[in-house]
């Protein structure tokens, strides 16, 4: 009987125990999921501004000592710096679209605005070059009507743009935002690190601290081998596009900037372009302009082994393999996050390899 009753009794106790167990794990996931949705409109631009801090790092620490170790003046002219970079061309360029936006409007109430007639060698250009000259030249002669036969797509590419535009919006308070949390992580680099180093120790035990290092080499190097050979890539665009007298070089090289760094061909921009300036230019520089082009466009085939992956123990294909796949799964913020993701899965598939006893004895015969 009295056996009975203890069993009874344990019984009780650890459905007690089960329930307050329960009870504490399922308020422990309300607070989880709580501060996850708080924090949610703030993850993509503090994972921004992480990324950008270690990407300047090794810029700032130059900085810090030409400053006598003035690290927190050193990471405010960086954010007064990188903020100006991002806000002046913006606040410029925004400035100019709507005055020529307004003026365009203004010309098509007044009846004032005219199109010149298209070049004869507008025909030359394979496949589009006849519907463009017609096309063309409805809009010269009465541009009312080409409005009217094409106001479904004007309305669709109006669509398309006031979205991209929102968008971009969108965009630019999220790197300003990630811009001035890079600075405070900057200016306090010794506990950004130290609590990192501690979380991932934590989280992984004694590898931690090693693939801090390695995620933060990793995104250095896509920063390096993806937006440095973008960089290069836009800039020897825009130096071709001035010289050959293209319109809008400045707004033509920061597309190209866009292509490559989503890891599309410059050609894509390039090419039209360079379709465009046989209207007007002699054969021969439109030609060399042509060929510099595809240049450029395949230029990132022989930049890549130079830069990506630099600095890191890990292959090249690996890197590259989780930036674009990365980026077609997230973003432009996959770039880095599918690279340090796919290393850190390389660094443990090898360690599972080389820590596997039957590797060990086919390596030892």
Excluded at 78 to 101: H, K, Q, R, Y
Excluded at 217 to 245: C, D, E
């Amino acid at each position: 009987m009295e056996e009975n009753k203890l069993e009874l009794t344990t019984d009780k106790q650890f459905v007690k125990n089960a329930v307050e167990s329960a009870i504490r794990i399922g308020l422990i996931f309300i607070l989880v999921w709580w501060a996850y949705q708080i924090m949610l409109p703030f993850i993509v631009p503090v994972l921004w501004g992480a990324i950008i801090a270690i990407a300047v790092a090794p810029f700032i620490g130059k900085l810090e000592n030409i400053l006598n170790g003035r690290r927190t003046l050193a990471s405010v002219l960086f954010t007064l710096l990188a903020l100006s970079l991002l806000l002046l061309p913006t606040i410029m360029l925004s400035g100019n679209i709507v005055e020529n936006i307004q003026n365009l409007a203004h010309a098509l109430r007044e009846g004032t605005l005219t199109i010149p007639t298209p070049p004869e060698r507008i025909f030359d250009i394979p496949i589009i070059g006849e519907k463009l000259h017609t096309i063309w030249t409805l809009a010269s002669e009465n541009i009312d009507a080409a409005v009217s036969q094409f106001a479904p797509q004007i309305k669709m590419v109006g669509g398309i743009l006031l979205k991209g535009a929102g968008g971009a919006l969108a965009s630019l308070i999220q790197f300003v935002v990630a811009i001035i949390l890079a600075g405070i992580f900057l200016a306090n680099t010794n506990a950004s690190v130290k609590a990192t180093k501690n979380i991932a120790t934590r989280i992984f035990g004694a590898q931690g601290v090693e693939w801090v290092v390695l995620s933060a080499a990793t995104i250095r190097s896509v920063v390096q081998g993806v937006l440095g050979i973008a960089l290069i890539q836009a800039t020897f665009a825009g130096i071709g596009l001035y010289m050959i007298g293209a319109p809008a070089p400045g707004i033509l090289a920061l597309l190209v900037l866009a292509v490559a760094i989503v890891q599309l061909p410059p050609l894509l921009i390039l090419g039209p372009v360079a379709a465009y300036v046989f209207t007007y230019a002699d054969n021969t520089p439109a030609i060399i302009f042509l060929v510099y082009s595809i240049i450029v466009s395949m230029s990132d085939s022989f930049l890549k082994p130079l830069l990506l992956g630099r600095g890191v123990d890990i292959p090249m294909l690996v890197i590259l393999l989780g930036a674009i796949g990365g980026m077609l799964m997230s973003g432009i913020i996959g770039l880095f996050l599918g690279a340090v993701i796919l290393a850190l899965a390389y660094k443990l598939f090898v360690a599972w390899i080389h820590d596997d006893p039957s590797h060990e004895a086919i390596e030892s015969t």
